[in-house]
């Protein structure tokens, strides 16, 4: 088993839909949860970070951490089609300053 | 600068020649990190760099992989008699602290090799 697992899609979706992407993990120990938006041929972008469990709201976007299930998710609202792009998730336990550990990424398209 | 920059933005080579690619971390950050994506892969941990050490080396695949930063600042990745399994868009990040998660990793554009 890995120790993040995340469904790759393609997820297509039409214009104010609700997107709701999804990452599971093995390892009890992370405890840093992280959202990143990767467009066509650039760097990820950090969308969201939270800390340990709890839900975390910027604008059209929640992030939430399931400790408990081992299991956290990033909502979108009021879907855009710039919100096409690439979502990966990324985590990390205390200490291991270096070393993320991302799911390969969920591709979303947004239909105008 | 604004942004992590990263330089060149494309490489070809070709087999067994040696490659350099640059990184010019977000001013201030004092963290500097390597990644490899792959087609079909997540981003995979290659280096990680605190100033100029490098406390946490283990994601660097063989020993034809190097990297040092100088001045606290820019880095440069290695990679010595370039193999066609080394062709990956190969990520630089930074970060205010070396804690991996609490203020996250800003991405550069990324350095698009390939190994022909």
């Known amino acids: 088993q890995k120790e993040v697992e995340q469904d790759p899609g393609p997820l297509s979706v039409p214009e104010g839909a609700i997107v709701s992407l999804n990452c599971t993990y093995s390892n009890s120990a992370f405890q840093y949860f992280m959202w990143y938006r990767q467009y066509s041929r650039k760097g990820p972008e950090l969308l969201m970070y939270t800390y340990s469990s709890g839900n975390k709201e910027d604008g059209r976007f929640t992030a939430q951490v399931d400790k408990s299930s081992k299991y956290i998710s990033l909502f979108i609202r009021d879907s855009q089609p710039s919100d096409s792009a690439t979502y990966l998730c990324a985590m990390s336990g205390r200490g291991s300053q270096g070393n993320l550990i991302f799911g390969k990424g969920t591709k979303l398209s947004v239909k105008p | ?116």
């Not at chain 2, 994601?59 to 930063?69: I, K, M, T, Y």
């Not at chain 2, 066609?84 to 990520?91: I, N, T």
């Open chain 2, 1 to 116: 600068g604004a942004g992590v920059s990263q330089s060149p933005s494309n490489k070809v080579t070709e087999k067994g020649k040696d490659v350099e690619l640059r990184c010019d971390p977000i001013s201030g950050h004092t963290a500097l990190y390597w990644y490899r994506q792959s087609l079909g892969q997540g981003l995979e941990f290659l280096i990680y760099f605190q100033g100029n050490s490098a406390p946490d080396k283990s994601g660097l695949p063989s020993d034809r992989f190097s990297a040092e930063r100088t001045g606290g600042s820019v880095s440069t990745l290695t990679i010595q008699r370039t193999q066609q399994e080394d062709s990956a868009v190969y990520l630089c990040a930074s970060s205010l602290w070396g804690t991996s998660g609490m203020k996250g990793k800003y991405f550069g554009a990324g350095t698009r090799l390939s190994v022909l």
